[in-house]
């Protein structure tokens, strides 16, 4: 095998298929052979399935989460700033 991978670079595997005359040239090496007798496997192409497309929600469950905890800072801010102006009136 390695005198053979010396005389052809094909074998080599070093050597990959670069264009369609490359691959020409692979295919014409090997013949095809059909069975004369018994089962003849057929190998399936596998092609692609689409499936539904799934709809992605437009803000993250993060982000959601942050700013649920902005407006509940900002509700405690504005809570704390409204009984510190009623303690300011009780006083005065």
């Known amino acids: 095998m390695l005198k053979a991978a010396a005389k052809r670079p094909e074998l080599s595997g070093k050597n990959t298929v670069s264009n369609n005359s490359d691959m020409a040239e692979l295919k014409s090496m090997f013949r095809e052979v059909l069975p004369k007798q018994g089962p003849l496997f057929v190998e ?3 092609t692609m399935v689409l499936c539904k497309p799934k709809l992605l929600p437009l803000k993250s469950l993060t982000l959601e989460k942050l ?5 509940a800072a900002q509700n405690t801010i504005r809570q704390q700033e409204m009984a510190e102006k009623d303690q300011r009136q009780i006083t005065h």
Do not use: A, L, P, V
């Not at 700013?67 to 407006?71: A, D, R, T, V």
């Open 44 to 46: 399936d192409i596998t």
């Open 67 to 71: 700013e649920k905890m902005h407006q």
